[in-house]
């Protein structure tokens, strides 16, 4: 069954052939995937989905990847949602849900939107594929281009934390590393994109990359028993995930995977270092993002010019969520206020989502019964340098191998 | 692609632009005469956005790029 129908610009309606291309010519606004829905809605259900593989491609019909298409994958998705009971005990949440995308194979989210993207590529006869990327991404991209046999080449701002960068290295792709940040690499990858036969994951072909965070949402609502929570609390970047949360909550509704009509708020977090859509969100103009000069250690999330950002602004008011942000202090107490209660670690820009959900909780947004889910989205081996200069040993002690020095130095 | 135009301002700079491909200014101006949300322009690399947008002055070797926006990762 051929099942997409072929892209269209969510601002004008315009309508193009499936390809790869991003931009609309009439008006410059991004394109998504359309899908036929009629043929879908005789095949879509809970029961298909839960004889799926235990991965995000037990959602494969909701995905941009024809059936005959073999898929470029290493089991990513299906992660952890886990009830986090000491961590909703300390903030009054009695329903507090994590889903740890930390678990996926290169330990962050951007393995659903890479397997998708080099799925479509090599179907498509792409042989390079790209990226410009704050870590994670070139991290996937890396990872999965090896998989797959396909040359690669990652770009990224020169001064990545080290941790991101040995772990994108390893799987020997070419690396260009750019004395610029995110928004200058990425200018400098589209302008790139006349010259070169490759697949950027996140530009050219980025209606079909961004579908894979669909994936994230369809799962939490499978992994709460088929429903929906009360609220969502969601990492901003480009703000490219967010909006596709939003369908994927309108295409389980639509499909008739969930019952109820009540849409979950959605609500975004930022670092205040790089907080654009926060900005705008909280002017009289939320439609209007201007962009800023980041400055935040949560780098992943660091994208001054997010052009998904009016877009979650409006998702945010039709949902009833919000958009909050933290200072570098909140964000590494967010991180380790997660790992002292669930014992999960996340990175910088998960301790700008926990950061969030504590200082939601603590201003008295929820009464206590809600079911909030936090999205983890990546691992904090990715920024360990953050906590190696913050005094991460306060209770670590040195003593010689005798029970004496063991009595001297131990406190029990 | 790379065009010459005559201008001392972004603004003016545009306007030289749709006189030569009538229309063009529509594709990045919104009706109030604002940059449109998807289009961003760099004066010598800089985000005019960044900076005092349309009204930026222009000389001899400044260079304008003009790119839709890209975003994520």
Redesign the interface.
């Known amino acids: 069954m051929a099942k997409l129908l072929g892209l269209k610009c969510r ?1 004008c309606g315009a309508e193009y052939e499936l390809q790869a291309t ?2 609309c010519e ?5 394109l998504d995937v359309v899908y036929d829905h009629a043929a879908l809605k005789k095949v879509v259900t809970r029961e298909r989905i839960e004889h799926g593989p235990a991965s995000m491609w037990r959602y494969r019909d909701l995905l941009p990847i024809e059936d005959s298409t073999p898929v470029v994958t290493l089991g990513e998705g299906f992660t952890p949602l886990v009830k986090a009971e000491r961590l909703g005990a300390e903030l009054g949440l009695r329903n507090l849900y994590l889903k740890n995308d930390s678990m996926n194979p290169t330990n962050s989210f ?1 393995d659903r939107v890479v397997s998708v993207a080099i799925s479509w590529a090599r179907a498509h006869g792409f042989e390079t594929i790209a ?4 870590g ?3 991290n996937a991209v890396a990872a999965y281009s090896a998989r797959a046999g396909l040359e690669c080449f990652v770009f990224i701002p020169v001064d990545l934390e080290p941790a991101k960068v040995v772990s994108i290295s390893v799987f020997d792709p070419n690396v260009v590393a750019v004395r610029g940040n995110y ?2 690499v ?2 400098l ?3 790139l994109l006349e010259s070169t036969p490759w697949a950027f ?3 050219n072909i ?1 209606p079909f990359y961004a579908e894979g965070s669909k994936t994230l949402t369809f799962e939490t609502i499978e992994q709460l028993g088929w429903k929906l929570p009360d609220e969502i609390i969601i990492p901003i ?4 995930q967010f909006v596709r949360h939003r369908q994927a909550i309108r295409e389980a509704m639509d499909y008739g995977l969930v019952r109820g009509d009540r849409v979950p708020a959605l609500t975004g977090a930022q670092a205040l270092g790089c907080a654009p859509v926060y900005n705008a969100f909280k002017s009289d103009t939320p ?7 980041p400055n935040t250690i949560a780098r992943s999330i660091a ?1 001054g ?4 950002g ?1 877009y979650v602004n409006r998702i945010v008011l039709e949902t009833g969520g919000v958009v909050e942000a933290v200072t570098e202090d909140e964000i590494v107490a967010g991180m380790r206020l997660l790992a002292r209660t669930e014992g999960i670690f996340t990175e910088t820009a998960g301790g700008v989502t926990i950061g969030v959900l504590a200082k939601l909780a603590r201003a008295g947004r929820w009464k206590g019964d809600e079911v909030v889910v936090a999205y983890v989205t990546g691992h904090g081996l990715k920024t360990a340098d953050v906590l190696a200069s913050v005094d991460g040993h306060a209770r670590r002690v040195e003593i010689d191998p005798t029970m004496k020095s063991f009595r001297e130095k131990v406190t029990i | 692609m790379t065009v010459a135009v005559e201008a001392t301002d972004l603004g003016s700079a545009i306007d030289a632009l749709d006189a030569r491909y009538p229309g063009f200014k529509d594709r990045l101006l919104d009706a109030n005469g604002e940059l449109r949300q998807f289009v961003n322009v760099y004066l010598n690399d800089e985000d005019v956005r960044l900076g005092p947008g349309l009204r930026a002055k222009v000389s001899d070797k400044d260079e304008i790029s003009i790119v839709p926006a890209v975003a994520g990762g």
């Open positions: 601002e991003h931009v009439m008006c410059f606004g991004p951007k990226c410009a990327s704050t994670n991404l070139a928004d200058e990425n200018r990858c589209s302008q994951c996140n530009i980025r970047a480009s703000g490219c439609e209007r993002v201007l962009p800023v000069k994208i010019n997010p052009s998904d009016i």
